[in-house]
């Protein structure tokens, strides 16, 4: 879920200085509320002009993730370790917003798009637009890295009405930018999040370039008073027919 945790906020812009992605496994730190620099010029979404009811999947495996709750457990495959098992210590509920134009002062609403992650304790599990994810690697962010590092080329990418190929460096590979946008976390249940419900930001969801193909990097900014640590989550595009089972 993004983590959520900018479609979009977009999802919802990573780094020279940090250190490569720090194994989930280590306990997470305390949710830090970031600061807004820099954050207002990431990603602008517009959707049609219109709002429609809140809605998530609700048959076949995504609709099985969805509904999935915190003490079950799922069965995966992981691209290299094979097949895992992990008990969900915490679920997040993700709501996509956009503008109806381009505006500074225009509000952010829902599109009614509903999003769902599974935190396993060492590994989040995010479903986004159909896809999903297996992020079981997290840098913590700041808001000079958030600058200095994505900022440019999520700004890129939006100015081309998200149709450029836009790559750029993040330890330890390339990335080419697949979508931006916003985010509200609508809820967050059980232990070991990094976010609190409530929490709004803009994401950038990026695929691994030649040599890296399959890759996944999905970077969370929150802002302000947000209730959310900023960030950058390392993993796997995976598919459907990679979660075995939920129980």
Do not use: C
């Not at 490569?20 to 979404?45: C, D, K, N, V, Y």
């Not at 599109?111 to 159909?130: P, Q, R, S």
């Amino acid at each position: 879920m993004f983590l959520i945790m900018l479609g979009g906020l977009m999802v919802l812009a990573g780094v020279i200085v940090v250190s490569a992605g720090r194994r989930l496994s280590e306990e997470p730190g305390s949710i830090r509320q970031s600061a807004s620099t820099a954050r207002t010029a990431i990603a602008r979404r517009t959707a049609p002009s219109r709002e429609v009811a809140m809605r998530e999947p609700t048959s076949g495996k995504p609709g099985e993730f969805a509904q999935a709750r915190v003490g079950q457990t799922i069965t995966y495959q992981h691209p290299e370790r094979g097949g895992l098992t992990g008990k969900i210590l915490g679920t997040i509920k993700y709501v996509e917003l956009w503008q109806r134009r381009k505006a500074p002062n225009e509000p952010w609403v829902p599109t009614g798009n509903v999003f769902t992650a599974h935190w396993l304790g060492d590994t989040l599990l995010y479903e986004w637009k159909g896809g999903i994810w297996l992020l079981d690697s997290y840098d913590q962010l700041t808001d000079a890295e958030i600058k200095s590092t994505f900022l440019p080329p999520a700004q890129r990418f939006g100015q081309s009405d998200e149709k450029e190929a836009v790559s750029f460096a993040y330890p330890p590979a390339s990335w080419t930018i697949t979508d931006i946008g916003k985010f509200q976390v609508d809820r967050a249940e059980g232990q070991g999040l990094r976010l609190s419900a409530g929490a709004l930001g803009r994401f950038i969801h990026s695929q691994g370039n030649t040599g890296n193909e399959g890759r996944a990097l999905v970077v969370e900014d929150y802002q302000e008073g947000a209730g959310g640590q900023d960030t950058a989550w390392m993993g796997w595009k995976i598919t459907w027919e990679d979660i075995l089972s939920i129980k």
